[in-house]
């Protein structure tokens, strides 16, 4: 039988194209059958637990809160999460510090951070004390798991009807949860950290543990953490000593310790203790007969004198050491004596300084406030004023105070420019003339331009269309990119806060501290090396060994050119000698300095510095109220030249680079002999070992008396205070925050 010949291949493809399309047909109908049978037997069984009337209510019921307790759960994971994440460290040591400040001649200033006394138990204090801080702070602390609920509608009811924050909600556990791991944001995500963080207390310690933590963690004011040291501080004795009086005055300053610190506001003390007092009585802690005594006899601190502790300065000393201590220089020491650069008489006087000037011009020019730093080329922080009273108010202004520098700002943007352009010079011409960047034109003082001139004319004059000129060339045509470079240049030379990348910036619109300017002027006095502010020369275990060096574990870097730095000093000291800052000049001692003013005279500056020492004055009002017509050339530049005056008594003045000082090559002497012979014997006699500090404390008030009888003199002589006047020289046109 013949052989059939084989198909062609379009007839194959077709062929097996309709096998396909049957076999998808016959499987799909196959399935669809399957699944509807399957279905119908869920069906058929489902109908036996189906539930109707009550009991599908409580089903239904039951399944919505699983689904959103799942939810729930899911949510609250991812808010935990931050929270545990704090303690991940070794929590418990996080803020373990105890620290004793010396200043730069080993004498004793003053004490911050913990009372670290293990041997000091619970059971040590007070059973006054203890009921004071439960009555006051937390009355079911024994009873609740880190969190109070009705103490917190408790506390909610209260402040609802007296209209305010009268009461607060927090437990003792959320509060010690705060200090231990948090910071005082007021914000909802701290609260909810918080919370979760204080449930982990709980579950971790005993009652007991988290009682005495609190007790010994607590921020008592004064620079006193816990009731062993607070106890030291405001009434001389142990903790275990403490009378009731005593206990109901310390337990009150747990809720605002600025506020009811006793040194502070005695009568707010007293009068917060006596609410300590009821709430022991309502608390069932103590009958009415029994705190009668306590009323009777308030409680009286020991003298504190503000004016021998330099409370700005140890409070930022403080978190400098804090700083290195989370960067593990000191190891696992926690008990530290930390020698600082702090000159007492020089702070002293800086202080007088301030306030007197304040007191004599502040209604005139409308200001009410300023700050002064004082530091060595290499960043040793002398001198910290951080507002007229830190009795009044602890902010220091001068280390966190954010506020517009003015004019002040330029050196950067002529240091940016002569690091780009090596062929520019103070003797280079550049012209002021009009110049707009998009919307925005910087005018002058007087709104006129003056035409072509010297660079070191622009910047003693205080030009504000130079340097915005100079943004575009630095970026070669494109402003963005050049003030990017001055940012960057800034940052390099000590500015730490960001700087905003917008056109009014080479005038002055940025924010900076007062700390901040005199970190970036010390570029400029010492070479050009990195002047970072610190307080810590010397550091020493419990044991009395160097555990810490700054000369030896903080080089500093090399940020600017020699080059740079000598034609910026040129130009800054004919600032002083030739331009808006010659109030600021010091018979016999070389000075460079810049003024700055901002628009509506918000602020007044007036940083500078000789081959010695670096400041930086700041006036305003904390409400960033306008004064009237201040400008860095007259109150700033006078209170910087009172201070600078007596810091460099008795010194061996140093040249500052690039300008011209082989006549001060001697040591500077003072100009008022009374005052400051008695001042300059003090600070010599107690530098050389032969006066205790209460000898030197008595000189320096001698000192301090012969200060006032010159001034009571020169105000009997003068009937009127003359008006001091001066040109500003910031634009009105600087964007203001």
């Not at 006078?638 to 460099?648: I, K, Y």
Request: charged share 20%; aromatic share 8%.
């Amino acid at each position: 039988m013949p052989q059939q010949p084989s198909p062609p291949l379009s007839t194959r493809i077709k062929r097996a194209a309709l096998w396909l399309d049957a076999w998808l047909n016959s499987f799909l109908f196959q399935s669809g059958r399957g699944l509807s049978s399957a279905y119908e037997f869920y069906s058929e069984k489902m109908k036996c637990l189906r539930f109707r009337g009550p009991l599908r209510v409580v089903l239904d019921l039951t399944s919505e809160a699983t689904t959103l307790g799942a939810v729930g759960a899911v949510v609250m994971l991812a808010l935990a999460l931050p929270a545990f994440r704090e303690t991940e460290d070794d929590w418990l040591k996080t803020q373990d510090l105890a620290v004793t400040f010396l200043d730069r001649y080993g004498q004793e200033v003053g004490r911050r951070g913990l009372n670290l006394d293990d041997s000091y138990k619970l059971e040590d204090f007070p059973d006054y004390m203890i009921k004071a801080a439960l009555a006051t702070e937390d009355r079911r602390f024994y009873e609740h798991w880190g969190i109070d609920p009705i103490g917190t509608f408790r506390a909610l009811l209260v402040n609802a009807q007296g209209g305010g924050v009268v009461q607060g909600g927090s437990s003792i556990t959320q509060q010690l949860a705060k200090n231990l791991f948090l910071t005082n944001e007021r914000s909802l995500e701290r609260k909810i950290k918080e919370a979760f963080l204080a449930i982990w207390l709980e579950f971790h310690l005993t009652k007991d543990e988290i009682l005495k933590l609190y007790l010994d963690r607590a921020y008592m004011g004064g620079g006193a953490h816990g009731i062993v040291a607070a106890a030291e501080y405001y009434f001389g004795k142990p903790a275990k000593d403490l009378t009731l009086a005593e206990s109901a005055m310390m337990a009150g300053l747990f809720k605002a310790p600025t506020k009811y610190a006793p040194h502070v506001n005695l009568p707010a003390a007293r009068a917060r203790a006596n609410e300590v007092l009821r709430n022991m009585v309502e608390a069932g802690f103590l009958t009415e007969g029994q705190i009668q005594t306590a009323r009777r006899n308030p409680a009286t601190p020991v003298n504190r004198e503000r004016e021998t502790t330099p409370d700005f300065y140890l409070d930022w000393a403080y978190q400098q050491v804090q700083a290195l201590a989370a960067q593990k220089k000191f190891g696992n020491e926690r008990v530290l004596t930390v020698k600082t650069p702090l000159d007492t008489a020089l702070q002293r006087h800086t202080e007088e300084v301030l306030e007197n000037q304040l007191r004599q011009h502040g209604r005139q020019y409308k200001a009410g406030q300023g700050a002064i730093v004082v530091m060595d080329v290499d960043g040793a922080v002398r001198t910290i004023v951080g507002g007229r009273d830190y009795g009044q108010s602890q902010f220091n202004r001068a280390t966190n105070g954010l506020r517009q520098p003015g004019s002040s700002f330029k050196p950067f943007v002529y240091a940016a420019a002569l690091t780009t352009n090596p062929k520019l010079n103070p003797n280079s011409r550049v012209v002021d003339a009009p110049i707009c960047l998009g919307n925005w034109c910087p005018q002058n003082y007087g709104r006129s331009f003056s035409g072509a001139m010297p660079l070191s004319s622009a910047l003693a004059r205080s030009i504000n269309s130079i340097p915005v000129r100079m943004s575009l060339e630095i970026g070669k045509g494109n402003a963005k990119a050049g003030r990017a470079i001055i940012i960057d240049t800034a940052k390099r030379m000590g500015l730490t806060h960001a700087l905003a990348n917008e056109a009014p910036l080479p005038i002055g619109a940025a924010e900076v501290t007062v700390i901040d300017m005199a970190s970036g002027y010390a570029v400029l006095a010492n070479g050009g090396k990195q002047a970072t502010p610190y307080a810590a020369w010397e550091v020493r275990n419990s044991s009395g060994e160097v555990i810490y060096r700054h000369d030896r574990d903080a080089p500093p870097k090399q940020v600017l050119e020699p080059r740079v730095v000598n034609d910026m000093n040129f130009m800054l000291n004919k600032v002083v000698t030739e331009g808006t800052g010659r109030r600021a000049a010091i018979e016999g001692v070389p000075v460079a300095g810049k003024t700055g003013t901002t628009n509506g005279y918000k602020d007044a500056w007036f940083v500078g510095y000789t081959g010695n020492l670096v400041a930086s004055v700041w006036y305003g009002n904390d409400d960033s109220k306008p004064m009237n017509n201040m400008t860095g050339g007259t109150l700033p530049a006078q209170t910087w030249q009172e201070v600078m005056n007596f810091a460099h008594q008795n010194l061996e003045i140093r040249p500052i680079p690039g300008v011209d000082s082989g006549a001060f090559a001697r040591v500077a002497t003072s100009s008022r002999p009374a005052a400051d012979q008695a001042q300059n014997a003090a600070s010599q006699a107690f530098l050389a070992g032969t006066l205790s500090r209460k000898s030197y404390e008595a000189l320096g008030n001698i000192g301090s008396l012969f200060q006032s009888a010159e001034r009571t003199i020169s105000t009997v002589k003068e009937s009127t205070v003359p008006r001091v006047t001066g040109s500003v020289e910031a634009s009105r046109q600087v964007a203001m925050p």
